[in-house]
């Protein structure tokens, strides 16, 4: 499975940006079941922004709440990150991550995306 990764860059505070992520694979793909967002500040730990089942349930870090949605489109096995209302602090590398469905539509291998820099500017 691949995650094509796209749409980060620099922004001034109080701007916005969306993210997209776009799972695709050759051979047998059934899709993915969960998809996330998590992010990497320089000398931190990378933490999860934003979660979103399949079936829509969503999870957001306490962080980013009301200023992040997590969306996806099941049809296109991709998933959006809409960030408002940027902080500096919201400076990092944005990974996307990705759970295989199996064929028996239970989860299967995880997979994460080449990161994309989001910059937030003072």
């Known amino acids: 499975v691949q995650l094509v990764e796209s749409g980060g860059g620099l922004v001034q505070a109080g701007g916005s940006l969306r993210l997209s992520c776009a799972a695709s694979?050759?051979?047998?793909?059934?899709?993915?079941?969960?998809m996330g967002w998590y992010r990497q500040a320089p000398g931190k730990q990378r933490e999860l922004v934003a979660d979103?089942?399949?079936?829509?349930?969503?999870r957001t870090a306490d962080s980013v709440t009301g200023r992040f949605t997590i969306s996806r489109d099941n049809a296109k096995n991709t998933v959006y990150l809409q960030m408002n209302s940027l902080k500096p602090e919201d400076t990092a590398v944005y990974y996307c991550n990705a759970v295989e469905r199996t064929v028996a539509g239970i989860d299967g291998y995880d997979y994460w995306g080449q990161g994309t820099q989001v910059t937030v500017s003072s």
């Open positions: 694979a050759s051979g047998s793909f059934f899709g993915v079941n969960a």
């Open positions: 979103v089942t399949r079936g829509g349930s969503t």
